[in-house]
């Protein structure tokens, strides 16, 4: 094998903490909040997922692209995180179903990625101090100089992103002929979450993130859907507002991540930003309905205040965070309304929380023989 020499590459943070590595030879400068995954496969899923948009992410698994990627493990057309660090950047690759490296695939999208970190260190340092705005650059910038281009960097309390993910216009998923026709607000919708709907045998309407209740109702849907997304709900008006309009109507709607979020905000019930948010494949969940624990794949850095939602006389609780009690999921008592934080169509290996598009169906089914 031969030898390459590599370029010495930083990782700057915000606070000023500085992390070395080496360069995997694509050159530049890349900004974002720097979050991390303890997912110890799906990198190709978690690179291309638009709730990363805006981020640079820490990948805790030592090894990266050892199974190089495959043009099925996708959510999105792009690589949608903003840089990557990693332990061991693995060059080289072994997968039977594999279409190539990981590298390639970075090189084909100018993603600026920094190796040799001791991640670990970093992992800790972040969990310590929160996240934070980063910088990567494998170009030789001084310090000073990429301090100076950080402080510009507008933190993610308060940034809108989905509109940056969205698509620029409506598009189908499913069978023209499918018993059920679900609308979906695009915030970031991952391809497995309409998937896992085209399969429960829906046809779907994809709607930009800008679209208005009156588009959406135009396409005579049984449901809607609220989808993941990156950045803060807070910002998202028009979101909001057609969550109202649904919720008015007693629209049968089901929401995932920042569509939970919007669905609480509809309803008055703030978020809030994390200190450093959920992001990995085994995040355990209490079903406070059933009694019983799933195993969920989860990644959003905002939630929904708890106690707002407790003391709220139409919405409870139906699933809890079992690590640290946040909101995992909730229901309206007087609406066809339920939404979770975490991801069901991840499905990591267990497949705990598919039952949950199930329910969406089976709510949709009661609406039609009312």
Do not use: W
Not at 109 to 131: E, K, P, W
Not at 284 to 292: A, C, H, L, R
Not at 305 to 315: I, S, T, W, Y
């Amino acid at each position: 094998m031969k030898y390459t020499t590599r370029q010495k590459a930083i990782l700057l943070l915000s606070d000023g903490t500085i992390f070395y590595g080496k360069s995997i030879g694509i050159e530049g400068t890349t900004f974002g909040e720097v979050c991390f995954n303890t997912g110890m496969t799906g990198y190709q899923e978690i690179f291309t997922d638009p709730s990363y948009f805006g981020q640079i992410m820490v990948a805790t698994n030592a090894h990266i692209g050892n199974y190089g990627v495959n043009e099925e493990d996708v959510e999105s057309d792009q690589i949608m995180i903003s840089g990557l660090v990693c332990k061991n950047f693995s060059f080289n690759y072994s997968r039977a179903n594999s279409s190539g490296s990981l590298e390639d695939y970075f090189k084909k999208q100018n993603l600026i990625c920094i190796s040799d970190v001791d991640t670990r260190a970093l992992v800790s340092y972040i969990r310590d101090n929160g996240a934070m705005n980063a910088v990567i650059s494998t170009d030789g910038k001084s310090i000073e100089e990429l301090k100076e281009m950080l402080a510009k960097v507008p933190n993610m309390e308060g940034l809108e992103l989905a509109s940056k993910v969205s698509t620029k216009a409506p598009y189908f998923v499913g069978e023209e002929t499918a018993t059920y026709k679900i609308a979906a607000l695009d915030l970031g919708i991952k391809k497995n979450i309409l998937r896992n709907l085209a399969k429960r045998d829906c046809y779907i309407k994809v709607f930009p993130f800008d679209a208005t209740y009156e588009e959406m109702k135009a396409f005579n849907p049984d449901g809607f859907f609220l989808s993941n997304g990156p950045g803060d709900p807070d910002p998202l008006f028009g979101a909001i507002e057609i969550a109202k309009k649904i919720l008015s109507n007693d629209d049968p709607v089901f929401g995932i991540c920042l569509g939970h979020q919007v669905l609480a905000l509809a309803n008055g019930i703030p978020t809030y930003k994390m200190f450093n948010g959920h992001r990995g494949i085994n995040h355990p969940v209490m079903n406070v309905i059933t009694g019983k624990g799933e195993i969920t794949s989860q990644n959003h850095g905002f939630a929904v205040n708890r106690e707002a939602l407790e003391k709220h006389p139409d919405l409870e609780i139906t699933h809890l965070h079992i690590n640290d009690g946040t909101v995992a999921g909730m229901r309206m008592k007087n609406k066809n309304c339920f939404s979770v934080q975490y991801h069901p169509e991840a499905s990591p290996g267990p497949h705990d929380s598919s039952y949950l598009f199930d329910q969406f169906i089976e709510n949709i089914k009661s609406c039609v023989t009312k």
